[in-house]
């Protein structure tokens, strides 16, 4: 059983930034990806940005794009997300997910594509 725990939310003001890190309890092998997805009251789960662990393959929704950066720590298992120029619709619980077994070079962005998932930290920016 994969564990994900989540860290690093908090509260912080249009503008500014944020890093979370995702602590993964043992290591994301090939065949999956790892992501971050964040959910908003009364709003679904949605992707953010994803990464093959093995390699340097990512890919972020537009919103996303420019402002966040999705990483990893091979040596910790340890996957982040850093988040710029943050904004109030940035609001939302934030979760990891390690997905199921996909093709070579392939960062799902559904829900269902993911296995696993951490219990997700809260990201709440002020106007």
């Known amino acids: 059983q994969v564990q994900l725990v989540e860290s690093g939310g908090g509260l912080v003001q249009a503008g500014g930034s944020l890093t979370l890190s995702c602590a993964a309890s043992?290591?994301?092998?090939?065949?999956?990806?790892m992501a971050w997805f964040r959910q908003a009251p009364g709003k679904e789960r949605e992707f953010v940005a994803g990464?093959?662990?093995?390699?340097?393959?990512?890919y972020y929704a537009d919103f996303a794009k420019g402002r966040f950066t999705i990483s990893r720590d091979n040596a910790k298992n340890i996957m982040y997300l850093q988040m710029t120029s943050l904004k109030p619709e940035d609001t939302a619980a934030y979760y990891c997910?390690?997905?199921?077994?996909?093709?070579?070079?392939?960062?799902?962005?559904?829900?269902?594509?993911?296995?696993?998932w951490g219990r997700g930290t809260q990201v709440t920016v002020s106007s």
């Open positions: 043992e290591h994301a092998f090939a065949a999956h990806a």
């Open positions: 990464l093959r662990w093995s390699n340097d393959t990512t």
């Open positions: 997910a390690r997905s199921v077994v996909v093709g070579y070079g392939v960062v799902p962005t559904a829900t269902t594509s993911y296995a696993y």
